[in-house]
């Protein structure tokens, strides 16, 4: 059996896919691992989010209690002084603190349910027979005639088939911590820079915090062994976990966090969507809604089998990209107390070389 459409890898994007050619009629072999029930960072997901989860029927997944609202986020980015921005002052409304496995979970739980066959596993190696995808898990090869592309950052179609661009190491080290008080902390997100990269922190809906520490991997500062200690070191966001009792309840991961991207092309028979297009540095905020934005995009094109709508999907994302790239030195080069960081320094070159490049 050739399935007329294959989507490779779990996340967001992927599940937004498969629930959006299912929707449309295309029912979908929807190949990724089964990562329920670890803890995946990268909960802060903007309003602008909203109408796409509107977009495939499913924005009453917010209305979940394991989520909260943002309405207050902090940071000490240029200067030791915090600085509130609230979310009364943005039109498009709050963004909210997911729970970022559960999320996930309701959406492929929608994906299925709408018709897309999943079948978990990896796929471990790719290639074209014929005109048609040979997708190979280890168990089984399966057959498509397309193929979309939403494994990350490992892009493993889009890293075989087209040149990918990447702009700078960054790396995150993340941890959970809980504590015993019975008072109810203030909920609120802390963004805090310091000599060897930044911060995040945030109260997540079950009053449990996440951790979040952004340098680049080949750095001394990048040690995990030094994780607690440098985070005893910071100034707002240790004050926040002495003030209520917080304390680390496992070791710190690693995840990578670069920015990279594709060409921007149109591949023979495959797209790329989420993190496997364009990746972005979680201080844009915008990768959970890319992600949706992305799927909903290319998922349309494809059940109207429409090559322009197809190629107008990836201009948009070349354009992104550029506007992406000078968002982020703006808004590191608004950091300049540090001039002998290697970090920091790398942030204040430009990046419009990456921009020509993969013009």
């Not at 979309?148 to 889009?158: L, M, N």
């Not at 948009?316 to 290697?342: C, F, H, M, P």
């Amino acid at each position: 059996m050739i399935y007329p459409v294959a989507v490779l890898g779990g996340g967001i994007a992927g599940a937004a896919a498969a629930l959006r050619l299912a929707q449309g009629g295309v029912r979908p072999v929807w190949i990724a691992a089964d990562r329920r029930g670890s803890f995946k960072p990268g909960e802060h997901l903007s309003a602008a989010a909203i109408p796409l989860l509107t977009t495939l029927g499913s924005a009453s997944v917010l209305r979940s209690e394991v989520h909260r609202h943002a309405h207050s986020t902090y940071s000490a980015w240029g200067s030791d002084i915090l600085i509130e921005r609230n979310a009364i002052v943005q039109l498009e409304g709050p963004p909210i603190v997911l729970d970022r496995a559960a999320f996930e979970d309701t959406l492929s739980a929608r994906a299925i349910a709408s018709g897309a066959k999943r079948i978990v596993r990896d796929v471990m190696d790719v290639r074209i027979t014929d005109g048609h995808w040979q997708l190979d898990t280890g168990d089984e090869c399966i057959e498509a005639g397309f193929v979309f592309d939403a494994t990350g950052r490992k892009a493993v179609i889009a890293s075989k088939f087209s040149t990918r661009f990447q702009a700078d190491k960054l790396c995150c080290q993340y941890a959970l911590l809980t504590s015993p008080n019975e008072q109810e902390p203030r909920p609120v997100t802390l963004i805090e820079a310091e000599e060897r990269g930044w911060w995040y922190m945030s109260v997540l809906a079950d009053q449990r915090v996440i951790l979040n520490f952004y340098s680049d991997t080949d750095l001394p500062s990048f040690d995990s062994s030094e994780y607690e200690k440098n985070a005893r070191g910071t100034k707002a966001i240790s004050t926040y976990l002495m003030d209520y009792g917080y304390d680390f309840c496992g070791h710190p991961r690693r995840i990578t966090t670069n920015s990279s991207w594709i060409a921007p092309a149109i591949g023979a028979g495959w797209v790329a969507i989420g993190d496997a297009s364009a990746a972005f540095d979680p201080l844009s905020s915008h990768g959970m809604t890319t992600a949706l934005w992305s799927a909903i995009e290319a998922a349309d094109a494809f059940v109207a089998q429409d090559l322009q709508r197809m190629q107008a999907y990836a201009d948009a994302v070349a354009k992104g990209v550029q506007d992406y790239l000078i968002a982020k030195r703006t808004v590191y080069s608004r950091e300049t107390r540090w001039k002998n960081s290697q970090f920091w320094a790398r942030r204040q070159t430009n990046v419009a070389k990456f921009a020509e490049t993969s013009a």
